[in-house]
Structures are given as C-alpha cells and as structure tokens.
C-alpha cells in the first residue's frame, strides 16, 4: 500500500508567503528548529467554533503549549484543558483567568488539587473514588465530571486504557458524589487523538445518555458532556473535514438528547495547532547499506527524541517535502542519536528526489502538535527543538 507523497504546493494551511519566510529562516538558523503559524491556529479555532457555536472549547495544552500560542487563544474566548500545576502556573503567569480552565487530568496528586483549588479552579476530571474523595476533601464545592473509558480503536493515538472508567463504576460514582461535598456535573471521554471514525462519537454519546438518564434515577440531573479531543489534523492519510466531524456530532447529540441538549464541551488539542506548524531539518547524509537494497536510509538531524515520537510504530505519518528535482527513490528515515529506536519511517517508505543529499534542507509540515512539547533534553546532547511563531 503506497501513499502519496506531499507535493508542493504543500497544502492550503501554509502559505507560499508563509512558506517564502519559512524557507528564509532556514537559511539562515540552525537547524532543526519548528515555525508556528499563528493565523492557522487562528483560522482552526474559527473554524471549529463556526460549526459548533454551542461548545465551549477547551484546549489541550499538552498538544502546544508555546506562549505565543496560548496567548493567542486567550485572546481568541478560548478556554484550556489543564493537565499538571506546571500548566496551571504557566497560564496565570500569562494573565489567564482560572475560570477559563478546568483540571482534565484524572491522575493527580492530593496537593495538586489543592494547589488548583487555591488557584480558583472549580471545575475537575474525576474517574475513581479515590480521587473523588481527594476533591471533596481539598477543592469542597466543584463541579466534577466522570471520564468514560473508551477503547481508542480507530485512531492514530489512541489514549485507550488508562483513563476512564467502565459506565457502571461512572454509575458508583455519581452515587458516592452526591453524598460528597462536591457537585457531579458531567460526563467526560476521549475517542484517541487524531480519530478517523466519527463513529466512536455515537458510542460514546450514546453511553453518555444512558448514564444520564440513570443519573436521574437517583435524583441527580447532569448538565454536561466533554467530548474530549480527537479531531484530526492533515497528514499524509486522508480524513474528513472539520465541518463533517461537527456535522455528525452534533446529529449524534440530538439523536440521543433532542433539545434538551446539555452544555457541550471540546477539548480539541491536535485539530488546533498540528496544522500551524512546520519543522525545519536538514539531511546529515543518505546511505545504501547493501549493493542490491532498493531502499536508501536517510539521516535527518531531527528524530524521535528531538520532537517526532509521534513516529513511535509510525502511527503519525508527517508530510515531509524536499525542495529538489531529480527522479524519486524510496528512503528510510532515522534521527541523528545513537539509539537504534531512532527510526522513524522504515515500513513506510517516503520517495524522494534520489539527488537528496547531506545539507539539504528537509521540511516536516503539520508538525504543530505534539512535537517541540515531546522533545528530549539533551539525549546524546542534541538540544530540545526550538519554536519560532510567525503571523498571529
Ligand atoms: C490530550 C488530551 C486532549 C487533546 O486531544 P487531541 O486529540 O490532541 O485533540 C483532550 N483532552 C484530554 C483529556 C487529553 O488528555
């Protein structure tokens, strides 16, 4: 199975002028370093707002958290999923308000709580009794929502198994919650990041409005659903647009709630910021490692510990251009540090001009999420990715 490479014109998101300037900075920085485009996160948020006016959108720090780009989405009415106090300290250093935030980690410890409790955060991720009871005990008061277990298939990056819970614990719960000084507000889950099949929304809706109306057996009325992230950014697979993702959510919504639609919340990471970004690289060198190998191995001063684990078992496949002519030959890419985990794409085999040679430069698109954030500190001494942010 062979995808097609990106060929310029590379994609809609980045600009020939943006491009121009990108392709500037590599003449003249050190490579490899990440550009962000601010009017692409911009436009993203836009975007997802137009077609889903009723959200409250919450971004996922973890997949940026670059200040020119939490700024931005401040500015922008945006509201912020917060995982750790090193996030939350971060935001109130940039003049964010805590009632733009809510604390979506599930696995916290007992002071952290109480350190977002202090801070003015009301609003908490729960999935077990054990961490309830930490947020009766050390943030009296708020609101908690439950996060659902679901089980990630379909998607890139799944974030299956560790959170969430099965629907009748949710169940247990509530239960244990109203008992506690705390208000159970809603229900939470995440399908997997970059999540091909719209479909696991409808499952995990549907859950969300059986636990509802079971919620209502007890006496207690939820108000709230957070749908989590998982909407896609554009890589080298094709997936449908951000308007049809809207589109069937919303159907799923009605289907299930009709107008008595709770207050809905997204907690979009990826399908904001993984399209704003380019990483610029350049090629140490090409090697054949046998006479007869049809495939040549590239060396990329980038790897998997200097922003591109994403790479892990290839789930993300980046569009990778090289401004060259000459005719394509296949390549392995790898990174530059002495780990032989260090390979990117050895299944997937990326064609490139066979006139690509040490000293190129090398342009990674969509590399906007999960990259500079991921980076190691200084494996084998290869400093963690610069990021510069363009527009805005
Ligand atoms: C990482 C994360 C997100 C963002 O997911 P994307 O797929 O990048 O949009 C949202 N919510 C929670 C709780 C997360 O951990």
Known sequence: MKQKPYSFPLSEYITQEKFNTIKKMASSKKTPFLVIDLDIIKRNFMELKGHLPFAKIHYAVKANPHDNVLKLLYSLGSNFDVASVYELDQLLRLGITPDRMLYGNTIKKKENIQYFYEKGVRLFATDCETDLNNI????????????????????????SRKFGTHPDIVFDLIKQAKKLDVIPYGLSFHV???QRDIGQWDNAISQCYYLFESAKDI???????????????????????TNIYAQEIERFLREDFGENMPEIILEPGRSLTGD?????????????????NPYKWMYLDIGMFGGMIETINESIKYPIYIEKEGLESEYIIAGPTCDSMDILY???????????????????????????SYSSVYFNGFPPLEAYTIGG
């Open 136 to 159: 009766a005990t050390f943030a009296p008061g708020s609101r908690v929502f439950f996060r659902l277990l679901t089980d990630g298939s379909g998607a890139d990056w799944p974030l």
């Open 192 to 194: 997997g990041s970059q």
């Open 219 to 241: 006496g207690v009325e939820l108000g709230m659903i957070n749908l989590g992230g998982g909407f896609p950014a554009h890589y080298n697979e094709p997936t449908a647009e």
């Open 276 to 292: 704003a970004g380019v990483i610029v690289a350049e090629v140490i060198m090409t090697e054949k490692k046998a006479k007869h």
């Open 346 to 372: 050895e299944d997937y085999k990326y064609p490139f001009p066979s006139t690509t040679t040490g000293g190129d430069k090398v342009y990674i698109f969509t590399t906007g999420a999960y990259t500079q």
